[in-house]
């Protein structure tokens, strides 16, 4: 039975061991961040998000919350992927790689993120939820990032929540999730939408779709099977 992942609401908190340069080479493994432990966030990072709020101020490092990753193993430094949000109308996912001994800004969105996790076991892969909502409309969506030939990109996208609860008629809420098998590399996403004549307490109609996605090596991207 495939293992359906589903990070819609609940932000996963995880966090890289940061005691020196070669022991984040072998210690990649993330472990549970502590509340208000602000000794693990770098002050270069710490600044280059404090720079991307409307209230720098306000931005605390224990808010923080930080991965470190294997994405490019010709690269002997551990890719950082960090987010932060502050409100449901602001906050950003960043991916940082080390180049020429400093790390750098290599991936970036600014969206309000509810959850992240990690893929593989050998050359990881990194997916977010984010998105944007208010006054009974909210859309989130997965966005998975890969190291490729290009660098460092985004490979896929998709619904993980998708809810109409304001004007006319019909409303909807839809939940998407997704699997990627580690040993065919094959992606599987699933969204399950209920429709909504006047309230959410009576469904109207309800409908599940499924999809496969391959990655296709040229274009680096995962694409439709056919």
Known sequence: ??????????????????????????????????????????????????????????????????????????????????FLTTSHMEGWFVLYAEENGAYREVYAKGEPVYGLQVHGAVDHMISFVSGLGGSGVQKNNYHLIKYTKQGYKEVWNGVAYDV??????????????????????????????YNYNEDFEHVSSTKETSQVYHYDEEKDVFIPSS
């Not at 819609?8 to 061991?17: D, F, H, N, R």
């Not at 693990?40 to 306000?58: A, G, V, Y």
């Open 1 to 82: 039975m495939k293992k359906w992942l589903l990070l819609v609401v609940t932000a996963v908190v995880l966090i890289g061991c940061t005691s020196s340069n070669s022991e984040q080479g072998e210690r990649i493994q993330p472990v549970q961040l502590e509340e208000g432990d602000a000794t693990n966030i770098p002050d270069w990072l710490f600044d280059s998000f404090r720079q991307k709020f409307s209230q720098p101020d306000e931005i605390k490092k224990e808010s923080i919350t930080l991965v470190y990753l294997r994405m490019d193993r010709k690269n002997r430094a551990p890719e950082i992927a960090a």
């Open 164 to 193: 109409l609860a304001n004007g006319p008629p019909p409303l909807h809420k839809k939940f998407g999730t997704f699997f990627i098998d580690e040993h065919t590399g094959t992606l599987y996403y699933k969204q399950t939408a």
